[in-house]
């Protein structure tokens, strides 16, 4: 009866297990082998040991895309999370066109990224498009973005930003969270709005911001690969040369898969190590007050 | 009168966050769409505006027919339904599945499959998308729409699975082994007790995973080869290398592209963004 | 008199045997992967439209990538996947990578038993390009070369004469000065002299005319030869036209409409590009346009441009996949594709002819492409050329935009393309 019942619950979640196998573990196996190897994607691999990654030490674009997708994270994950933030604090308080403006704030997310490349692409064109005749024509600088290598990077750390709408639910799930009564008493006690935004609930919205901010890290090394494709292929000299891309040209406009491969390997333990780094980070933040 | 100027001060912040702020905002967001809009009716070949205009000065809809005569986007439009809505299927099915199962698992187990989620959530694609493509290719199902719709199997994302692991968590769980006492099978339990009280989960994850899969470009572009599976990303990156700068017709098809993941959220966003205004 | 008649028509009979021999047993289904513009594609449905009716028997089905270098990454990926299309169009710069992993099937066998297709028929300089490993992995389709497309109505606007043979790059500036404008005032043109890419194969034909190689050794290059006092010449010149003479558009400029599209709206005088162009221009272009070979400095010289049929060795149906290159590249199939513009036969009975030659088809002077021939260079096969021409681009790109000096450019692009030349 028991094991009936074992059986029963493993078939429900046989599907999930099979694909986590089929679709991560086995081809992370994979990747590991690859990545020892030198395969063209026609012959059969051939064995190199470590050639692969020592190639990379002096190959330039790798520390061009590396660097560039770490700049890149740094700059979007902090001002994402912030701009979430924000947002959900000043879409929190239960009003009647509040639902309205969460609807428009996430409606940004919706459109699919090849769209939204393009529109941001025509958005931010340096001499036509709507930003910068907006800002000239409030006598501001426009920058030449995306034709700028300085300013290439921002441009899509900007584009970004409109898209915070998951990051919105997930910290209205979390202030949802917090008891009204324990922010009540903080103010009682004579507490203005910042000291309980600090003391209450920003400790008590930590775990929500760590789910945020990793799992923004992990899909900002990703999401780039759709502008950098469709926006910039890379440019202007390799101002949005991002980790997304060099593997993709690798291993398919350089038919290297086991460099490929390693690059991978390689992007795969950056995000472990940030994503500690931020989670002991938070954790010893989240808990001084306690 | 003093009283009233002070209460008059007083009150500005309050205008602000609640009032002016919001509005701001709202337009902010609005603009991307907006200008994706307007940009799709102007005339193509004109030399661009100089100034910042808010309309066209004549706005035209050629554009719109213009870009199904270049490319075969009804065909495309039609794939990407048959693989959004095949997609969300099987991940309702498989995601609910797990969730399910994970919930009524001991808490060792629990914790383990909780932990291998997680994990699997840190997992960037692009540190796999090489290999699963290779693995994926050997298997025969490159050039096919089973490759696009492969991730359904473990349930599109990790995410969507805890999504559907907290709701059963929550849920009183009484009312599942009462009905196993019954002699109920599990599969019949998920149906017709667990489902039903799921419906915001599945809406939300419903909703999550059409993004999903009507956005997919990497996997497309990675593995379609024949033009009568191709998907309208595929379609748009198409339209762009032909032409790069020819705005009007690529914000036109942008506006295509968009218009029914903005219906599936319009029409399901409450699940999502309203849960404790109503 | 009767007696020839019957002997040409046994000989016809002879002729036709072999086909009707092979008919069955290649039959089925086949892909045929190109890449190009809308009306490039029109071109190549015509052909495989034609072949159809003449081939029942095996069905043909047209994959189309816009962009060539999202094609070769399809085809790397589809070969990597073990699933081909079974008759790949590539360009000669890129046969080499394809070929030496072997990729491609070796066509020699098929030639040798072909009756419709003699490797003497085809002009030998595109022929030779497709050759690797002393194999010939595919068959040419064209001999195209880098032209400039003029808008005789802006010319005729400013008073300025049509490019004539054996102009100068003195020549090709000062019209190329006279042409650029600023039509609406606002201080920026609108209008410019020339458009052309910022790229190695488009400053190659440059770097020759100065008198310089473009790279050490032709059959085992080793390096560019960018760094030569010739080439650095060439470099500034080209570079020049753009941060001295802004006779092209910057890179804002660029990327607010391209060179193409804006000389299809007539604000660009002079478009540089090859012979592929000709299907769109001919459908968008609403003023008279002409075609005129590059200007000369030391010496005349231009670029071969060329893309053949290949056959991935992974093809299901090669012998289908034969059947339909030879059809492709056979009198009929070159005159299609000649008919709509898109190629300069590779054939030289059909580049001479009529079909390709006639004025009343734009270009009217579709012979220049035939005069420059004997000028014409080819660039060296390598494993991987793509990575140097992508290196290369991207420092000629900086240097063209004024973000460094034109021999930093030079240099950089020889430096930083070595270590692929060298297999690293």
Not at chain 1, 214 to 225: A, E
Not at chain 3, 14 to 36: D, E, H, N, T
Not at chain 3, 232 to 243: I, N, S, V, Y
Request: charge should be neutral; hydrophobic fraction near 50%; glycine fraction near 4%.
């Amino acid at each position: 009866m028991i094991s009936a019942r074992r059986a029963q619950i493993f078939a429900l979640l046989a599907p999930y297990l099979m694909g986590a196998f089929l679709l991560v573990a086995l081809p992370a196996g994979i990747s590991l082998y690859v990545s020892f190897t030198r395969y063209d994607g026609v012959s059969t691999p051939v064995w190199v040991g470590l050639q692969n990654f020592q190639l990379l030490r002096i190959e330039p674009l790798f520390w061009v895309a590396l660097i560039n997708s770490l700049i890149y994270i740094s700059q979007a994950v902090l001002l994402r999370t912030l701009a979430a933030l924000g947002l959900a604090l000043l879409y929190n308080q239960p009003r009647r066109a509040t639902g309205l403006y969460r609807a428009i704030a996430y409606l940004p997310t919706v459109i699919p990224d090849t769209a939204y490349a393009l529109v941001w692409l025509w958005i931010l064109n340096p001499l036509y498009g709507p930003l910068n005749l907006a800002l000239r024509a409030f006598n501001l600088p426009a920058p030449a973005w995306l034709t700028d290598t300085r300013w290439a990077i921002p441009a899509i750390v900007l584009m970004s930003l409109f898209q915070v709408g998951e990051g919105l639910v997930i910290l209205l799930a979390g202030l949802r969270h917090i008891p009204r009564d324990l922010k009540d008493s903080a103010r009682v006690d004579g507490a203005n709005a910042l000291q309980t935004f600090s003391a209450i609930t920003l400790p008590l919205l930590s775990p929500w911001l760590i789910l945020l901010t990793v799992r923004d890290v992990v899909l900002s090394f990703q999401n780039t690969f759709t502008p950098a494709y469709i926006m910039t292929r890379g440019g202007p000299y390799y101002a949005t040369y991002f980790a997304p891309l060099l593997i993709y040209e690798t291993a398919f406009d350089r038919l290297r898969f086991g460099q490929g491969a390693a690059i991978m390997l390689i992007v795969f333990a950056v995000t472990i190590f940030l994503v500690l780094a931020l989670y002991f980070f938070f954790e010893s933040w989240g808990f001084d007050d306690d | 009168m003093i009283e009233r100027t002070r209460r008059i001060i007083a009150a500005i912040p309050a205008l602000l966050t609640r009032h002016l702020l919001p509005l701001l905002l709202t337009t902010l967001f609005l603009l991307p769409l907006y200008w994706m809009l307007i940009s799709s009716l102007r005339m193509p070949g004109q030399p661009p505006a100089i100034a910042l205009e808010w309309f066209p000065a004549a706005p035209t809809l050629s554009n719109y027919t213009r870009i199904f005569q270049i490319l075969p986007l009804w065909h495309y439009t039609l794939n990407s339904i048959i693989v959004s809505i095949t997609g969300v299927t099987l991940t309702l099915l498989t995601a609910s599945w797990a969730g399910f199962g994970m919930s009524l698992l001991g808490k060792r187990a629990r914790l383990r499959l909780l932990l291998l989620s997680a994990g699997l959530q840190m997992i960037p694609v692009t540190a796999l998308w090489l290999t699963r493509f290779l693995l994926l290719a050997k298997i025969g199902i490159s050039n096919s729409h089973l490759a696009l719709i492969a991730p359904a199997l473990m349930g599109s994302s990790p995410l969507f699975i805890l999504l559907f692991y907290w709701t059963f968590r929550r849920t009183n769980p009484a009312i599942f082994e009462s009905a196993e006492l019954d002699g109920a099978h599990l599969f019949r339990i998920w149906w017709s007790i667990a489902l039903p009280m799921a419906r915001p989960a599945l809406m939300a994850v419903g909703m999550l995973a059409f993004m999903f899969y009507w956005n997919d470009f990497i996997n497309p572009l990675l593995y379609l080869r024949s033009q009568t599976l191709y998907t309208l990303p595929v379609g748009l990156l198409h339209l762009q290398e032909m032409d790069k700068t020819n705005w009007p017709l690529l914000m036109a098809a942008s506006v295509v592209m968009t218009i029914p993941p903005v219906l599936v959220f319009s029409a399901l966003q409450r699940t999502l963004l309203w849960w404790e205004l109503e | 008199m009767k007696n020839s008649i019957i002997f040409l028509f046994l000989i016809a009979l002879l002729a036709l045997l072999p086909a009707c021999q092979s008919a069955p047993a290649s039959g089925g289904k086949i892909s045929f992967m190109v890449f190009g513009e809308p009306a490039e594609l029109a071109a190549y449905q015509r052909l495989v439209d034609t072949f159809q009716q003449e081939h029942p028997e095996i069905q043909v089905e047209v994959i189309q990538v816009p962009g060539q270098s999202d094609y070769r990454k399809r085809m790397a990926a589809d070969i990597a996947a073990g699933s081909p299309a079974d008759v790949v169009l590539v360009n000669y710069r890129r046969q080499a990578a394809f070929a030496s992993a072997g990729a491609l099937t070796p066509l020699d066998d098929y030639l040798a038993k072909s009756t419709t297709l003699k490797e003497a028929d085809f002009y030998p300089q595109s022929f030779a390009a497709f050759k690797w490993d002393g194999k010939q992995v595919c068959i040419p389709q064209n001999i195209s070369s880098l032209v400039i497309y003029y808008n005789k109505a802006l010319f005729d606007q400013a008073g300025v004469a049509y490019p004539a043979p054996g102009w100068t790059w003195a020549d090709f500036l000062s019209a190329a000065q006279a042409l650029t404008k600023d039509l609406n005032g606002d201080g920026t043109n609108e209008q410019f002299g020339a458009g052309i890419d910022p790229e190695l194969i488009r400053i190659a034909p440059f770097v020759w005319q100065a008198g310089s190689d473009l790279v050490d050794d032709d059959a085992n290059p080793t390096t560019l030869m960018l760094d030569t006092s010739e080439a650095l010449d060439a470099g500034k010149f080209f570079m020049e036209l753009q941060t001295a003479h802004h006779v092209v558009p910057n890179a804002e400029q660029e990327a607010a409409e391209a060179s193409e599209s804006r000389f299809l709206n007539g604000r660009t005088a002079m478009y540089f590009n090859s012979r592929r162009v000709v299907p769109t221009i001919r459908e968008a272009a609403k003023f008279d346009w002409d075609v005129a070979a590059l200007p000369q400095e030391k010496t005349a010289a231009t670029i071969l441009h060329a893309d053949g049929y290949c056959l991935p060795s992974a093809s299901k149906n090669k012998d289908a996949a034969w059947v339909f290159i030879e059809f492709a590249n056979s009198a009929e199939g070159q005159t299609i594709l000649a008919q709509t513009g898109r190629t300069v036969p590779s054939l030289i009975s059909i580049a001479e002819s009529p079909v390709f030659l006639d004025p009343s088809n734009k270009p009217a002077h579709s012979q220049v492409f035939l005069d420059v021939i004997p000028t014409m260079r080819v660039l060296p096969l390598h494993p991987a050329w793509a990575d140097i021409e992508d290196t290369a681009t991207q420092e000629i790109t900086r240097g063209f935009y004024g973000e460094t000096d034109p021999y930093d450019a030079m240099l950089r692009a020889v430096q930083r393309t070595r270590d692929y030349f060298t297999g690293k």
